[in-house]
C-alpha cells in the first residue's frame, strides 16, 4: 500500500486512448476533491473535540489549491479517463464560492464528449441555502450525511447540538431545486446509532431518496476505531429485511461500492458500504485529492504526491499528465483487503478524513 513517490516521464501519458491502469488492472475513474479541511461539526468518528478543538491549526488559506488550480487537476484527469468528480471535505458548503467552482468543473468533458458526473458530500448544514446555486452552477448529485432521526443521538454524534430537522429540510430543499435522488449517508458505529437503522430505513421509504448504510471505518488516527464498534452490512440488512422485506439489485456500474438492495413492495432503494467486512479494494478506481492538493491512491495512504508544488512551479500540462499516469500505473493499494480482522493495520502515519477527503 505504500505510495511509490518517483518521477515521472512523457510515456507514462495516458491521454492517448487506453485507459490508465494501476498495477492490479484498476482503471483511474473517480476523483474526490478535498475542498477545505475545515467543519462545523465535530462527528465523533471523523474530527472528534479532543483532537480538533480551538487550537487545532488547519490548512491556511493559501496552503488550499485554489478553483483554478482544482480545474486543471480535474481536467487531466477527466483526459486520462476519470468521469466522476466528488467534491467533499471537511464540509466543502464552507469553501467560499464553491457554486464557482461546480461551474469552473461542469465545463468539463470526457475524450468521448460526455459531461462530467459531479457531485457533492455535505453536511447538509448549509445546503438549503446553497442548494439552488449548485443547482444552477451545474451540480447533478448530493449526498447528505444524517447518522439519526433521533435529536439526542445526532446532537452526540454532531456534538455541535446541531438538529436533525435541519439536515431533513435540507434534503427536501435538495430535492425542490432538483438535486435528486438524493442520497442519504448514515454512518452506523454500534452502541451508538445502530438502534436508529430500522427508523431511518422506514423514514426514507417512499420518499424516492436513496439510504445508504457504512459501516464505522478505522480512517485516520484520531477517532478510537474498534472493530466491535462496527455493525456488519449483513447484520444491518437482516435488521432491515426482517421488517421490510427486501431483496438485492444489480450493481448501476461496474465497481460501485455501494451494493443496492431495494424493498420487495416497491418503496424504495437502500444501499451498504461494507468498507470493513467486504472490502472492494478489487475493484477500486478512486484517487483522491488533498486539500493542499496532494494525490492520494488510497484512502489509507500514508504519503501523497504534492501535485500544488508541481503547479505552482511552473509545470506544463505535459508533465503533470505524465505524473498523474505515472502515479496511477504503480498504484498496488488494498488497504481494507489486507486490513486484520481483529485489529486495525499497523500504520503510524494516517491521514485524516478531513483533510484527504472522504
Ligand atoms: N462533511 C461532509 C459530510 O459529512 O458529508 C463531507 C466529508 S465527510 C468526511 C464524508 C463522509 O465520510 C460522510 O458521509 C461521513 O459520514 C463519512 N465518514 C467520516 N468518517 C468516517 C468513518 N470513520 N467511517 C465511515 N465513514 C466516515
Ligand atoms: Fe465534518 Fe463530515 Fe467529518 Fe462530520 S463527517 S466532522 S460533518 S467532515
Ligand atoms: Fe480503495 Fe484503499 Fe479503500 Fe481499498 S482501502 S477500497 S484501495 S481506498
Known amino acids: 500500500m505504500a505510495n511509490v513517490v518517483g518521477t515521472a516521464t512523457t510515456r507514462d501519458i495516458g491521454a492517448s486512448g487506453s485507459p490508465l491502469l494501476d498495477r492490479r488492472g484498476r482503471e483511474l475513474r473517480d476523483i474526490r476533491i478535498s475542498v477545505t479541511d475545515r467543519c462545523n461539526f465535530r462527528c465523533v468518528y ?9 487550537d487545532y491549526a488547519f490548512m491556511p488559506r493559501e496552503e488550499l489549491l485554489t ?8 481536467r487531466i484527469s477527466v483526459a486520462n479517463g476519470v468521469e466522476k468528480i466528488r467534491l467533499t471535505g471537511g464540509e466543502p458548503l464552507l469553501r467560499k464560492g464553491l457554486p464557482d467552482l461546480v461551474r469552473m468543473l461542469s465545463q468539463l468533458r470526457t475524450p468521448q464528449g460526455a459531461e462530467v458526473d459531479i457531485a457533492v458530500t455535505t453536511n447538509g448544514s448549509a445546503l438549503a441555502l446553497l442548494a439552488s446555486d449548485l443547482k444552477h452552477a451545474g451540480l447533478k448529485r448530493v449526498t447528505v450525511s444524517l447518522d439519526s432521526l433521533d435529536d439526542e443521538i445526532f446532537q452526540a454524534m454532531n456534538d455541535v447540538r446541531f438538529p436533525v430537522s435541519k439536515v431533513l429540510n435540507a434534503i427536501d430543499v435538495a430535492r425542490d431545486v ?15 446509532n445502530d438502534s436508529d437503522v430500522v427508523d431511518m430505513a422506514s423514514h426514507f421509504r417512499n420518499s424516492g431518496h436513496i439510504l445508504r448504510f457504512i459501516e464505522f471505518m478505522d480512517v485516520g488516527s484520531t477517532n478510537g476505531w474498534e472493530l466491535a464498534q462496527v455493525v456488519p452490512s449483513a447484520e444491518i440488512l437482516e435488521r432491515i429485511g426482517a421488517v421490510f422485506p427486501i431483496e438485492p439489485v444489480d450493481a448501476n456500474y461496474p465497481g460501485e461500492t455501494s451494493k443496492r438492495w431495494r424493498y420487495k413492495d416497491g418503496s424504495g ?3 451498504v458500504i461494507s468498507s470493513v467486512t467486504q472490502s472492494f479494494c478489487h475493484s477500486c478506481t478512486r484517487a483522491r ?7 492520494y491512491t488510497c484512502l489509507f495512504a500514508t504519503e501523497g504526491h504534492d501535485l500544488r508544488e508541481m503547479m505552482r512551479g511552473g ?11 505515472w502515479i496511477w500505473r504503480n498504484r498496488q493499494d488494498r ?5 486484520s480482522r481483529n485489529t486495525r493495520m499497523p500504520n503510524a502515519k494516517r491521514i485524516e478524513m478531513s483533510y484527504i477527503g472522504g
Open 67 to 74: 478553483f483554478e488550480e482544482i480545474t486543471r487537476l480535474a
Open 289 to 295: 485529492v488533498s486539500v493542499d492538493g496532494k494525490l
Open 269 to 271: 432503494e437502500i444501499g
Open 335 to 339: 488497504y481494507s483487503e489486507l486490513r
Open 315 to 325: 509545470c506544463e500540462d505535459e508533465e503533470l499528465e505524465a505524473k498523474l499516469a
Open 178 to 192: 432538483g438535486l435528486w435522488p438524493v442520497k442519504v449517508n448514515m454512518v452506523v458505529k454500534r452502541g451508538l
Open 46 to 54: 471523523c474530527m472528534p473535540k479532543q483532537i480538533f478543538g480551538r
